[in-house]
């Protein structure tokens, strides 16, 4: 649905288009429930305030992802709001009237292997770039993973560990990510650049006791379990980073059970 409408189809002088100047969530769908549905709408919310842009409410999207996922039992459904059509020019209009699209596709196939043994991690050569006032949101410029993800493809290799500029550790590629050092759960800030992820934001709220804080890669290396984070794929512990070898702890199989209470399914072998 493109602004409500069936099609898949936007202006060539949007500003998504254009600038990349806009916002999208990914959502995981269940039949006719998504369990974190409001973190994504929190989110949302929070991006268009700071990017100036108003999003659509949250009751006309959810009507939207049910007419997308209809005689789907499981699905995932991408909302993609953006600034809307402009003038040429960086200048954001004045009254901005905003495009979005919402569209649902199967739901990936995740071997259980990878949900029982981890996955591999590459560190990718790319650094992410510092930029508070767009650090922790989901927009539109994806670039930086695009060129990480670009690095490899082996299939022996899973995900991509992100560093800064500064070689602290940030997220995946496609998630974030968590460490036990020393018995404390500590995942990196996110105040400098990297995506807030919601999968993230429950695992926060699921344990208080969790550190953010800065995460330097030699630190990490040195916890005794790291796992990842992601609102499709869901909570995967992670079984190397480049030669470092990780096992499955207790903490990673403990958030995989809260995952599975939240509803979504999540086999062990």
């Not at 099609?7 to 998504?34: K, M, N, P």
């Not at 459904?77 to 979005?100: K, L, N």
Request: with cysteine.
């Amino acid at each position: 649905l493109v602004d409500g409408r069936p099609g898949d189809t936007v202006s060539a002088q949007d500003r998504g288009l254009s600038y990349g100047d806009g916002l999208f969530e990914t959502v995981r769908v269940i039949g006719d429930r998504a369990p974190l549905w409001s973190r994504h709408m929190a989110r949302l919310a929070e991006g268009g305030r700071r990017l100036a842009i108003p999003v659509p409410a949250s009751d006309v999207l959810w009507h939207e992802a049910r007419a997308v996922t209809a005689g789907m039992a499981e699905a995932v459904v991408r909302i993609t709001v953006t600034q809307g059509v402009g003038q040429r020019g960086y200048a954001p209009p004045a009254e901005p009237v905003p495009s979005r699209v919402v569209a649902a596709f199967p739901m990936p196939v995740l071997a259980p292997r990878l949900v029982d043994d981890g996955l591999r991690l590459r560190i990718c050569d790319l650094r992410l770039a510092e930029q508070p006032a767009l650090a922790g949101l989901k927009h539109l410029n994806r670039l930086e993973q695009v060129l990480a993800r670009a690095e490899w493809s082996d299939p022996a290799v899973h995900e991509g560990l992100l560093l800064d500029v500064a070689g602290r550790a940030v997220c995946a590629t496609m998630a974030n990510v968590f460490a036990v050092i020393d018995g404390v759960v500590v995942t990196p800030s996110l105040t400098r650049c990297g995506v807030a992820g919601v999968a993230r934001a429950e695992v926060l709220a699921a344990l208080p006791a969790a550190q953010v804080r800065d995460l330097v890669l030699h630190e990490l290396l040195s916890a005794s379990e790291v796992f990842l984070t992601s609102s499709v794929r869901g909570i995967l512990p992670v079984q190397a980073v480049g030669d470092k070898v990780f096992a499955p702890g207790p903490v990673a199989r403990a958030m995989q059970r809260h995952w599975r209470g939240l509803g979504f399914p999540l086999e062990l072998a």
